[in-house]
């Protein structure tokens, strides 16, 4: 598999106010802070379905799809065409119930694990060969109880795990800037304390 730098960065999320803290969101959070450092503005784009930001400089266009999760790859793929930017060019950045605050995995391809955006981004990009960053928001212990929680704001502890683990995504952005995956996934999923990791901001 070729080593592409990322052109369109997708964070997945729910839209408006009532969703915009909660751990389904997580996505969201990872663009905002994205856009911030690259000092991109997001703007809304009816035929994108969602809001985006472009950086020039970096290359890249950051999307945080309106569509509801369930539809974000109706956004992502809108995008994808119109710049033809090819699946192995996409990075989305989601939630993850399968790992503990404060940690990520960076992966390239998969099933969804039952995620409902990233079923809708596979459907659209007509692939799953697309690169994922996974941000860790825990489990709430009982699958019956998983919609419940992750449209819930997580307790604060939680929230500042979570926010420790986009430093460290957003620590590690130059080398998946430049295409650099294998040298990113060995840094960004090594667990949180691990000796090296995060100690380093590589913008």
């Known amino acids: 598999m070729a080593q592409l730098p990322p052109k369109l960065i997708v964070g997945l999320g729910n839209p408006g106010p009532d969703y915009s803290e909660t751990r389904h969101n997580a996505g969201f959070w990872f663009c905002e802070r994205l856009a911030r450092e690259l000092g991109a503005d997001f703007s809304r784009e009816s035929r994108f379905h969602g809001f985006v930001a472009t950086s020039r400089a970096a290359g890249v266009h950051l999307l945080m799809p309106q569509t509801f999760m369930n539809r974000s790859g109706q956004a992502i793929g809108a995008m994808a065409r119109f710049f033809r930017i090819s699946p192995a060019e996409v990075l989305v950045v989601h939630d993850e119930l399968d790992i503990p605050p404060g940690q990520l995995r960076l992966k390239f391809g998969g099933g969804a694990g039952g995620h ?88």
């Open 116 to 203: 409902n955006g990233l079923k809708d981004a596979t459907a659209h990009l007509g692939t799953p060969d697309y690169w994922r960053l996974r941000i860790g928001i825990g489990h709430p212990g009982d699958r019956n109880e998983v919609v419940n929680f992750v449209l819930k704001p997580p307790r604060r502890e939680e929230r500042d795990l979570i926010d420790e683990s986009i430093d460290r995504a957003l620590g590690a952005w130059s080398m998946i800037s430049r295409g650099e995956w294998n040298a990113a996934t060995t840094r960004l999923n090594a667990r949180a304390g691990s000796a090296g990791a995060g100690k380093q901001k590589d913008m």
